[in-house]
């Protein structure tokens, strides 16, 4: 079975309308998390604690979309073997 890995980050949005972050050196990465789950539990804490300011924005990215673990691997991911 495939892990289904989540990352959760966030920070400030030049526009609250759009997803364009203000300054990308300053992205908070809150972590990575096993299951969607504690992924959202993260997210809304996040989400909560920075309510105040409307440019503040988190994210869910559901990092096993990104990868198609039937698909052989690419020629980096062979060097690493």
């Known amino acids: 079975m495939a892990q289904r890995l989540h990352l959760v980050f966030g920070g400030e ?4 309308t759009k997803t364009v972050f203000r300054n ?3 992205i908070h990465i ?3 998390f096993p ?3 504690s992924a959202h539990n ?3 804490a996040e989400a909560q604690r920075t309510v105040d300011n409307a ?3 988190y994210f869910i990215a559901h990092l096993h979309r990104l990868r198609d673990e039937e698909a052989p691997a ?3 991911e062979e060097l690493g073997e």
């Open 13 to 16: 949005l030049v526009d609250p």
């Open 24 to 26: 990308v050196d300053d």
């Open 30 to 32: 809150v972590g990575i």
């Open 35 to 37: 299951n969607y789950e």
């Open 42 to 44: 993260a997210w809304k």
């Open 55 to 57: 440019h503040m924005r």
């Open 74 to 76: 690419s020629s980096t």
